[in-house]
């Protein structure tokens, strides 16, 4: 319930800088309900009176009554979509652009546990549903309101009784009715949202890896569970309708009930002479007409749980929990040595990686780590880079603590070129700026020079405004690496690090663009995490990593020279190529 209450804190937030504009688009919706049923009681009033043939100059009030209240409705009408839709495209505008602006500097770290579709669950389907939240939700109930106190107000001048009547089923209609349609299609809400998430995760897999999920036994299974949770999705959404249809139904049985009854104390009024015949029909119309202030509230009520589940998952994102007591530093370390202080790290808290893992490379240094799949060479990235925390410890960088500096402080410090670097479906130029915003033409040029891509790129008819595709698919994969190591020119950082940066590349390519980055590192720092030994006699150190601990470290020849994990690698790679 706390939760509860703090989602929907988190969610009126946002609409405190529109607080009169919503007061106002309010008073607009009653306005336009409170127009319909001036345009029905009027009506009554002028047929009445009509009726005992009186001057016409008698009716004309009456007249000009008629056509204002039928061009008032439209006019508000008009006007209340406007105010509210505009207001709600401006708070969710807000939202996407806070949401962005903390899902954007967060680590890997933080949101762990949650796949790429979910991901965009949230920032799709949850943000949409929110929209019945700021455009109908907080509206509706604040138009039943005004209206049933307006209506009220104004039938107790003629038939105190009617106007009992109305406020008693509007409270039974529009407070008791959507309250137990919201109860019963509560859970199924609740379901609804988390089971069409892992319906959009399951599909994204499916269609991901539908090529390793043809001729596998696992496919049908696969197929049967998609096919279930769409059913479980399906009986959800039968259910939350039903409630929602019983609602307006029950609305629309209540309002024909409150002009029955009101019909029979206008009759009780006009006996005894309490209530002049003429406005008869008007109060019978008046209360009918009411109604159309709580239509909307059984589907409102519904909207407001699924904005709050909704708002619940989306506000999860937007908050980040401190791991450090201290304030982050925008420095950026100057040829900064890479210290491991006695780091403990896991992804799972139940499998440890590393256990007071101690680790030193000395600024200008060319390192390889190697070891076999899972030893916890990427792992020294992520930790490097900043994506996760270690658990204990301290990783040094150039004299500073690594939690005491801003992510951006490391990455400008580090660049990482791994064997599957992303290119944007946008131009090459476009691509390089994202590693120096602020770089001119000729910057760009003397990047592609070193990175021996300059000729093909000049060959291009569009030059640096060629589009590269979605992830550089009009590339081969030996040009999409030099546009990736371009960018790393371009960001001159002063540690470099290659994640299997020449595994997918054949091995001419991939030894020309070690030869690259070895010409111009000039003396950097440059950190190889690699399975292949190839050129090991080239590093100033080797790290050998095996299941989350430094088993060996020094040169090719210290370590071939001693019994260990790195002889054997290198004796079976031998044997493998000869």
Not at 32 to 61: E, F, H, K, R, Y
Not at 107 to 136: M, V, W
Not at 162 to 168: A, E, R, V
Not at 326 to 340: G, Q, W, Y
Request: with cysteine; proline share 3%.
């Amino acid at each position: 319930m706390k939760k509860d209450r703090h989602t929907l804190k988190e969610m009126a937030a946002l609409l405190q800088p529109f607080w009169a504009l919503i007061i106002g688009a309010g008073f607009l919706g009653a306005g336009t309900v409170l127009s319909n049923v001036g345009l029905l009681g009027t009506s009554a009033v002028l047929i009445s009176q009509a009726a005992l043939a009186p001057p016409i100059l008698d009716l004309m009030v009456l007249i000009v009554a008629v056509r204002f209240f039928g061009i008032a409705r439209a006019v508000l009408r008009y006007v209340e979509r406007y105010v509210t839709h505009d207001i709600t495209l401006r708070i969710l505008s807000r939202l996407r652009v806070k949401l962005y602006q903390s899902i954007e500097p967060k680590n890997p770290q933080d949101l762990t546990g949650l796949a790429d579709s979910a991901l965009l669950s949230r920032l799709t389907n949850d943000i949409a549903t929110l929209e019945f939240f700021y455009l109908k939700a907080v509206a509706a109930p604040l138009v039943a309101v005004i209206v049933a106190l307006f209506s009220g107000a104004f039938l107790w001048r003629f038939s105190p009784a009617s106007s009992i009547i109305l406020w008693s089923l509007l409270l039974l209609g529009g407070v008791i009715g959507p309250l137990i349609v919201d109860r019963q299609s509560r859970e199924a809400n609740r379901r609804f949202l988390h089971n069409k998430e892992v319906a959009q995760i399951e599909l994204s897999d499916y269609i991901k890896g539908i090529g390793s999920l043809l001729g596998n036994q696992g496919y049908e299974q696969f197929r049967q569970a998609i096919n279930q949770h769409q059913q479980d999705l399906a009986n959800d959404w039968r259910h939350i309708t039903l409630w929602q249809r019983l609602g307006n139904v029950g609305l629309n049985y209540l309002s024909y009930i409150a002009l029955w009854l009101s019909l029979v104390a206008v009759i009780i009024a006009v006996n005894r002479q309490t209530l002049s015949g003429v406005y008869a029909a008007m109060v019978i119309l008046v209360v009918w007409a009411s109604f159309e202030a709580v239509v909307l509230l059984p589907q409102a009520f519904v909207q407001i749980k699924q904005s709050q589940i909704a708002g619940e998952r989306v506000f999860a994102l937007t908050t980040t929990e401190k791991t450090a007591t201290h304030i982050a530093r925008l420095v950026t370390p100057s040829k900064p040595d890479i210290i491991f202080n006695k780091v403990s790290f896991s992804y799972d808290q139940n499998t440890p990686l590393y256990q007071n893992l101690n680790l030193q490379i000395p600024y200008g240094q060319k390192v390889a780590v190697i070891g076999s799949s899972g030893s916890g060479k990427s792992t020294l990235i992520n930790l490097l880079a900043k994506f996760y925390t270690p658990d204990s410890g301290h990783i040094i960088l150039g004299g500073c603590d690594l939690q005491q500096l801003t992510e951006s402080s490391v990455r400008k410090s580090i660049a990482v070129l791994d064997q599957q670097s992303y290119l944007f479906n946008a131009t090459l130029r476009e691509n390089l700026l994202l590693a120096k915003s602020d770089a001119d033409d000729k910057q760009l040029w003397q990047a592609l020079e070193l990175a021996q891509l300059k000729e093909f790129v000049q060959s291009l008819p569009e030059g640096l405004a060629t589009y590269v595709g979605e992830n550089g698919f009009k590339l081969s994969g030996g040009q999409r690496q030099r546009v990736a190591l371009a960018r790393i020119f371009l960001q001159e950082s002063d540690i470099i690090i290659l994640d299997e940066a020449t595994q997918s590349l054949d091995n001419l390519t991939g030894h020309k663009l070690m030869a690259m980055i070895d010409s111009w590192r000039q003396g950097r720092t440059v950190i190889n995490i690699t399975h292949w030994l190839k050129h090991m006699d080239q590093y100033d150190q080797i790290i050998v990593f095996e299941q989350g601990h430094v088993v060996q470290c020094g040169t090719e020849a210290t370590l071939l020279s001693q019994e260990g994990l790195y002889r054997q690698m290198y004796q079976i790679e031998k044997t493998q190529i000869f």
